[in-house]
């Protein structure tokens, strides 16, 4: 009995020590791994610092060689400077400062960056790398394909603007509006109706430059054939790009769709027309408290003593953003004066009203 109990525990034993060399060799194994790792890691960081490095030098060198020519090029009268080589590793660099050059010349100075640009050869580089993955090389194609107005890209830069990428199909748009505002318009208008990472800014001053007679009624169609769940983000953008336009549309589209609450109260403060004001009347009764604010916004912009009525029954809203639209409305109205604000105020029997009226006359520094 005595020596089966010796044999199990040495058993035990045995099998302890062989668990623990494993766990030890696990362990060396792991640090091994981590170690290899690192050294990895450290290789890879050290390799794409010498490719940054290197890079910094290429664009130095660039810059150095080609801002001076470029500037000569643009600025200067007379035949055009010889150009020294153009290896294929300095083309990005030279295409981006090309670009930027471009950007703040026009006219005949742009034509002979245009000119320098053929001559080397750009536009079919250009073109090239509009087909790389590489997004920022791509859009420094599409940047100077239109530069160039190149006619001869419009379809690629057509696929372009159908991009994934915001970004890519942005820049798509600028360069088909250099080349061809009227022919893009359509297409950009239609891309803009599904693109609201579009920069509004940006989207904005490229429907300027591409003209307001070549932009209106392209954006026009557009607006008026848009579901209504679309309109709103996008009409405060058209008042900013084109005031009256926005107006027209507005005025239309609360026409079209009067119980929208959403498009009327959108509509509402993108108004100039003066003369549509008694036919905005009947938003005063509109459940929407968006709509009913907006409306005491466009009375006050745009109204006059004839529109009194209507924002002191607003003065009574149970709302109290309302009723403080409202109260600025009153005053900022054309022809109102303490004479008639104290008549006005004689009429109020309710309280709230008269509180309101109050504090917007308090904050306007009215007596």
């Known amino acids: 009995m005595s020596k089966a109990i010796s044999t199990i525990a040495s058993g035990y034993a045995l099998d302890s020590s062989t668990g623990s060399d494993l766990i030890v060799t696990l362990a060396w ?6 170690g290899a790792a690192s050294a990895l890691m450290l290789v890879f960081a050290l390799i794409v610092r010498r490719y940054l490095r290197y890079q910094g030098r290429l664009q130095a060198q660039v810059v ?9 090029v643009a600025i200067e009268e007379g035949a055009a400077p010889a ?5 294929a590793r300095h083309v990005p660099y030279l295409m981006e400062e ?19 640009a053929l001559r080397l050869g750009l536009d079919v580089i250009a073109r090239r790398m509009m087909h790389t993955r590489a997004v920022g090389r791509r859009i420094l194609a599409i940047r100077t394909l239109g530069h160039l107005r190149d006619p001869s890209s419009w379809k690629p830069l057509q696929d372009q603007l159908a991009s994934a990428n915001a970004v890519v199909s942005f820049y798509a748009a600028a360069a088909l509006v250099q080349i061809d505002a009227q022919r893009a318009m359509p297409g950009i208008m239609l891309q803009l109706a599904e693109r609201e990472s579009w920069p509004g800014e940006a989207m904005a001053r490229l429907l ?3 003209g307001a007679d070549v932009a209106r009624e392209p954006i026009r169609a557009l607006m008026l054939s848009l579901a209504p769940s679309k309109l709103p983000p996008l009409l405060p953008w058209l008042a900013h790009v084109d005031a009256v336009l926005g107006s027209e549309v507005a005025i239309e589209l609360m026409r ?20 549509v004001l008694p036919e905005l009347a009947r938003f005063a009764e509109s459940a929407d408290a968006d709509v ?28 109290w953003w309302v009723r403080y639209r409202a109260g600025q409305g009153l005053l900022r109205l054309k022809g109102m004066d303490e004479a008639r604000l104290d008549e006005l105020r004689a009429g109020l029997k309710d309280p709230y009203a008269l509180d309101m009226l109050r504090h917007v006359i308090a904050e306007a520094g009215v007596s």
């Open 29 to 34: 194994r792991s640090a091994e791994v981590a």
């Open 64 to 72: 150095a060689v080609w801002r001076p020519l470029l500037t000569q």
């Open 83 to 87: 150009l020294p080589p153009l290896p």
């Open 98 to 116: 090309w670009n930027a050059l471009h950007d703040a010349v026009r006219g005949e100075s742009a034509d002979k960056l245009n000119d320098t």
């Open 208 to 210: 300027v430059d591409a």
């Open 256 to 275: 079209r769709y009067p119980d929208d609450p959403h498009v009327v109260a959108a509509a509402l403060v993108v108004v100039l027309d003066p003369g």
């Open 292 to 319: 009913r604010q907006n409306l005491a916004i466009a009375y006050g912009q745009l109204g006059g003593l004839g529109e009194s009525a209507t924002l002191a029954r607003l003065l009574c809203d149970r709302v």
